[in-house]
């Protein structure tokens, strides 16, 4: 094939939820633009995306309680929380918005309503809860949230916890019925129908395998077709790569120098899965716990109600655990892969850093399924092993990079956005608060890659998004009306809830 195929405007790399989320802005905003997508896999979402492979929790920081910390003088920090708890509803404004346009149909099919619980034993947890609730209840984005120790409160909102527990000490948790299961695969999925249809040219089964800047200031992507072997190569002015844990190698490929002294440390995932429809019956919200001392936040305990293939279920994780793969279908060599002269302090730097990191996740790796068990049994008590099944999760690949405050190699839990400094490509790296916050990350790629457009595209994007450019925790009205418009094009509300948990009412 030759080298000179048609210029397309944009290609996207992967087929994941964020390329499904920025190839449905960008068809939005430029309706004429030539989108091509590349995946290495047969199907959209096959990867972390997948409703099997992440917890399909709608991260609004209604119940997970890494992101908020404790100060020393015993106060509470909350900016983490409010900042994804802002993103997630960037989220649900878009989906209610395509949902409103008939793009996307039946929303059930990748979100439910849910309620979210935080769960903790101890004195000194409770403490750390209940300075937590009064906290956050002043804040507008966190109304309806409640608060109880008592034992009765807590076995109506999580009867299977609750019940057959001999509390032997303290025990408190809050309850918001405003949080949310979704279903990323099948909203990954339902994207990339929709841009099948807007004629975007996606192609399956094709690996990227190297991405060079060509003399005239484009991009080139050698593509390889798995079917047949052979290679294309094609072009564009802009790229975007959202190959999940497979960016960092191709971030690496262009050379540019933002690329530079960064790397990836993975972190694989684990589930229970329960098979008894008799107990998946009585749970009805996802329930988080706290993290283990030296447990890094992505392993947060939860049990979790999942709707998946339209079937109500229950899974409990996840497990963290050490395997040198970016992805699920990688390769072994992808961790020693990604070392290249200008990371290679960075990590050094990181591996000694983060050794009972590193050790931490491979006794995790090694567990017995019945210590496994032992740990929902902290949820459970009464759980029992044939009720239940490993499923192997997704991988994170977290991002290690030198930092002012952590130094070299320092590993971040959070997202990043790695652009060119002319735009011209950017790539994802990290993996949380993840799909949760697939919107707001890609409009922040197009302000970065389109600073020249995004004037002229502002007034679509408050179409889309009414909070465009405001704090809607600063906005109480605004953030009233969105959330009860959202709720009700999402199938969201109270009476919603209340079917879900009993459908015979
Ligand atoms: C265990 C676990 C639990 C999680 N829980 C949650 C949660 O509860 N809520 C939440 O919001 N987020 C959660 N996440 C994070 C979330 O799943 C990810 O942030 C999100 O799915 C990433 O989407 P993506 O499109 O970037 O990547 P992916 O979905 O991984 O897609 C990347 C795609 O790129 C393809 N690809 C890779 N390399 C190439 C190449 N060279 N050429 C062509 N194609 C390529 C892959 O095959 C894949 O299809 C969780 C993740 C894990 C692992």
């Not at 994207?191 to 040219?201: A, G, I, P």
């Not at 190569?233 to 530079?260: C, D, M, N, W």
């Not at 990604?338 to 302090?345: A, G, H, R, T, Y």
């Amino acid at each position: 094939m030759s080298r000179n195929q048609p210029t397309t405007d944009v290609i996207l790399i992967g087929a994941g939820i964020m390329s499904a989320t920025l190839g449905t802005l960008m068809k939005q905003l430029e309706p004429e633009w030539n989108i091509k997508v590349f995946e290495k896999l047969s199907q959209p979402g096959e990867e972390s995306s997948n409703e099997w492979n992440n917890a399909g929790t709608g991260h609004a920081a209604l119940c997970e309680l890494n992101y908020t910390t404790e100060n020393e003088d015993g106060s509470i920090d909350i900016s983490k929380a409010v900042k994804v708890n802002e993103q997630f509803r960037v989220s649900t404004q878009f989906w209610s918005y395509l949902v409103n346009q008939r793009l996307l149909q039946e929303p059930e099919r990748f979100v439910r309503p849910l309620p979210h619980i935080s769960l903790v034993h101890g004195a000194k947890n409770v403490t750390f809860l209940k300075n937590r609730f009064e906290k956050m209840i002043e804040n507008p984005l966190f109304d309806g949230m409640e608060y109880s120790e008592e034992t009765d409160t807590l076995k109506q909102w999580m009867p299977l916890v609750m019940e057959k527990r001999e509390p032997r000490e303290p025990i408190a948790a809050t309850k918001i019925d405003t949080g949310t299961d979704v279903n990323f695969g099948a909203l990954t999925r339902d994207l990339f129908t929709h841009l099948e249809e807007e004629k975007v040219d996606v192609q399956y089964n094709r690996s990227v395998e190297d991405v060079v800047r060509t003399e005239d200031g484009f991009w080139e992507l050698k593509v390889k077709n798995e079917a047949d072997q052979t290679i294309e190569y094609h072009t564009a002015p802009f790229v975007f790569i959202g190959g999940g844990g497979g960016s960092l190698h191709l971030l690496q490929k262009s050379g540019i120098p933002e690329g530079r002294q960064k790397g990836g440390f993975p972190v694989s995932g684990l589930f229970l899965s329960c098979k008894n429809t008799e107990i998946i019956e009585q749970h009805h919200a996802k329930v988080y716990g706290k993290a283990k001392e030296g447990a890094p936040p992505m392993s947060v305990p939860h049990l979790d109600t999942r709707y998946i293939g339209g079937e109500k279920t229950l899974l409990f994780g996840p497990y963290a655990g050490f395997s040198p793969k970016f992805l699920k279908t990688g390769s072994m060599l992808d961790l020693f892969q990604s070392i290249k002269p200008d990371n290679l302090f960075t990590m050094v730097a990181s591996g000694a850093k983060n050794m009972p990191l590193t050790k931490y996740l491979i006794q995790q790796v090694l567990q017995s399924k019945e210590k496994r068990m032992d740990e929902l049994r902290e949820f459970i008590p009464d759980a029992k092993a044939e009720d239940w099944e490993m499923v192997t999760a997704g991988q994170r690949v977290q991002v290690i990079k030198d930092t002012e405050e952590g130094g070299k190699g320092t590993l971040q839990f959070g997202t990043e956005v790695v652009t060119s400094e002319d735009g011209s490509i950017a790539a994802l790296l990290g993996a949380s608060p993840g799909a949760s916050t697939a919107v707001q990350v890609m409009l922040d790629v197009l302000e970065r890659c389109y600073p020249d457009h995004i004037g002229k595209w502002e007034p679509k994007i408050r179409d889309m998004v009414p909070s465009y450019g405001k704090k809607l925790m600063d906005h109480p009205e605004l953030l009233r009306r969105l959330e009860a418009e959202n709720a009700e094009t999402l199938g969201l509300t109270a009476s919603e809830n209340a079917k879900a948990e009993n459908p015979s009412v």
